[in-house]
């Protein structure tokens, strides 16, 4: 009976005892993380199965619906990151119910809602969204909730946090997904470009015009728009832009004919645009045509506990561009959790890029990143008994592999992803260090 209510849900849901052990869960949850059959997932813990971990997620920091449910007996939910069958993470929304079992006794029911997969995560030339901090984890919920419409979409954030890339997140999950993503820096419009741009012209409509050119919102029919440092716009462009967003149609320059765009728009700034409006220095009416659904991205310094996960990524995409390896000591990790990162994302990679410049033999300290006062590095012996200002480059990989394992629980799949190498080559590295 309790088996058959479960499984109507189309998305993954589990029941789980005041011991935190399944009782039972659907086929959807089963196939989410890899699990063959009912025999498979009853009995066992659901951190186990969820977060890879050896007890709950309280113990490690996060808002366990569990522990909630069972002192309230109200429902509850959290933003959480789970790994799939294949050991990768994904955000999830879990909505966590109090639920009576067949003999009366209370049980948890979690309904699990996907916000970003592996397969899925935000791209944008190679790029991806990375972090499990709470804010992060809020600004996917914010985004992914706003991807299912087709309402204007206002991102506003700090510059350096990553809004294009949050654009496009949007745009990959939407049902717009097929159109094109067509981005517009509203720093470079001036009145004689403007229509130009963004609606195109036709041959010999000024001197020196030998063809036709489509603008960049014909480009973007049936697809996203996105307006980059929209609060930039001239207020004489601010009218021209609503015109067209408000009836999506057009012509372009020296044509005759009026053409018609289906866009979904998506905004971004670092003004706030409230305060302009009330300064007379943005339209009211525009305003709100963009900001139908407003998203605030945080600044780096508002979601640190994502800043190793992040110059992990970054440094092994820099590594990877440049054809050499790179680790960074535990004294970098600390100089880069103590820094305020006035310039976000876009800094933390700039620090990163510099570092391995002057980088000579692939070891970054805090030295090599510009951040922190210089710390001096006890001297240790190398291999022949001589000493020197800084371990082997061998001896630092293996602290390097080390702390990453501490630091994700000594999950290898994560350290793996994390450091950019197949769970093989990770499995070799542990068995050559000793660590395995």
Known sequence: M?????????????LIDDQY???????AYRRAYGLDSASSVIGRHCYELSHHLESP?????????????FASGEAHEVLHTHYDARGEAEQVRIRGHAIQGINGELLLG?????????????QCDGRRMIGFSPAYLKMIDQLGKSAATDAGVLLQGESGVGKELAAHFVHDRSPRATGAFVAVDCTTLTETLFETELFGHERGAFTGCVGRRVGLFEMADQGTLFLDEVGELPLGLQAKLLRVLESGEFRRVGGRVTLHADVR???????????????GEFRQDLYY???????ELPALRERRADIPALADALLNRLCRDGGRACYMTREAIDCLLRYDFPGNIRELKNVLQRAVALSGDGVIGANQLGLCPTTQLRAAPNDQGATNDTPPLRELEANYIADLLARHGGHRRRVADVMGISERTLYRKLKRYGLG
């Open 2 to 14: 309790m088996q058959s209510l479960i499984d109507v849900h189309d998305n993954p849901f589990v």
């Open 21 to 27: 052990r399944v009782v039972a869960a659907n086929l």
């Open 57 to 69: 997620c309280h113990l490690h920091g996060e808002d366990c619906p569990h522990r909630q449910v």
């Open 110 to 122: 979690e309904a699990i809602h996907r916000l970003a997969g592996p397969e899925e995560k935000g």
């Open 265 to 279: 728009v998506v905004a971004a700034t670092n003004r706030n645009l409230r305060q302009m409006v009330a300064d």
């Open 289 to 295: 045509r963009l900001a139908c659904i407003m998203v």
